[in-house]
């Protein structure tokens, strides 16, 4: 292995590994300190990644859309002035839409979410989607592989507390693991290359798993861990892409079991809690795959919780991800086969999310 020797200032290392999340590589853990003289080593030439971004499909229906969530009691205009009575009122509650035009009236945007269905700037709040995707995988993983799910510093040996001037990795920032111990603290700490150790609690794994017995060699199927909350593609054996998923929350818990998916839409309604305080109504959840009655596989812009258990029931996955998935499944000899369950880890920690109690289906 060739290594090149540099003098980073923290700015510039912190600056070198988003670079690495931002395009989803598992080139993070390939630069580690070596010393106070020395100061950081990188591999100058780190081997070909077996994990790969997936390139964006050029005709994707996502890529074109905009989506807003509305503030609650916003009246809904049969044209874009407040001077005609409104349609109707949306009532309050979690609510997505999809912004079909805008146009300017008597000083201030309007925003089409319907044909006939006009609401005002102030009633919308425009949302961005995760920028997370997963990985393709164009080998069979050696080892388990992960990725952080909050930001945190590394620590150089299990159990300890990150070491001065050691570097924060971001969420989303990806590694392969290369030792497992449980520590005095209880939980088991990682290996994440290098030398550099990160607690449990921390990051999301995924590691290949043999496929369930009902589904044959050649037939697809998904494996969806609830503890881990991530998820794995496979052909037959092979892994083939993995990432993040958000499953549903306590209160309303993803069933485990082996299902296949019986409807496929590229965008639907989805609602749910009808006057209650969790209410939700969300318009085109895109790439929906219905495998439990009305729980799916299905893409969420409406969050970046992705690590986290965040939903009503429904596996949430970027929409990247949910993209991939729905395109490549196409493709299966089978209806895609779903397999749900918990994984096992010595110490048991379950995902949920610290900072909302509900987000949609």
């Known amino acids: 292995m060739i290594v090149q020797i540099i003098r980073f200032s923290f700015a510039a290392l912190f600056l070198l590994i988003g670079m690495a999340v931002a395009t989803n590589t598992v080139e993070a ?143 989303y920032t990806s590694f392969e693991v290369f030792n497992a111990v449980k520590a005095d603290d209880g939980w088991i700490w990682y290996d994440i290359g290098n030398g550099r150790w990160m607690r449990q609690t921390y990051v999301s794994l995924a590691d290949a798993d043999p496929r369930p017995e009902e589904v044959a060699e050649d037939e697809y199927w998904v494996e969806v861990d609830l503890y881990e909350q991530t998820f794995a593609a496979y052909e037959g054996d092979r892994m083939v892409y993995a990432g993040l998923i958000s499953s549903g929350l306590n209160r309303w818990p993803t069933s485990e079991g082996l299902f296949q998916v019986w409807d496929r839409q590229t965008k639907t309604k989805m609602s749910g809690a009808e006057g209650k305080v969790d209410y939700y109504f969300i318009e085109d959840v895109p790439h929906t795959m219905f495998f439990d009655q009305d729980i799916a596989l299905h893409g969420a812009f409406w969050h970046d919780r992705f690590g986290y258990k965040h939903s009503h029931g429904c596996v949430n996955m970027p929409p990247r991800a949910a993209e991939w998935v729905f395109n490549w499944s196409t493709e299966s000899p089978t209806d895609l086969w779903v397999w749900v369950h918990t994984s096992e880890p010595e110490q048991i920690f379950h995902h949920y999310d610290p900072q909302e109690s509900f987000a949609g289906p």
């Not at 349609?87 to 146009?103: I, K, P």
């Not at 920028?131 to 080998?139: C, I, K, L, P």
């Open 29 to 171: 853990a390939s630069c580690y300190f070596h010393s106070p003289d020395v100061d950081y080593v990188c591999d100058s030439k780190p081997e070909p990644s077996i994990f790969v971004e997936p390139q964006p499909f050029p005709d994707s229906p996502t890529k074109r859309a905009t989506y807003a969530r509305l503030m609650d009691l916003t009246n809904v205009y049969p044209q874009p002035t407040t001077a005609v009575a409104p349609v109707r009122n949306v009532g309050d509650g979690f609510l997505f839409v999809t912004v079909q035009a805008v146009e300017e009236h008597d000083g201030q945007n309007w925003f089409m979410i319907n044909l006939g269905e006009w609401v005002q700037e102030k009633d919308l709040i425009l949302v961005d989607d995760s920028e997370f995707t997963g990985f393709e995988v164009h080998a069979q993983p050696e080892r388990a592989f992960g990725w952080m799910v909050v930001d945190f510093w590394y620590s150089n040996e299990p159990g300890a507390e990150p070491v001065p001037g050691a570097l924060k990795l971001p969420r």
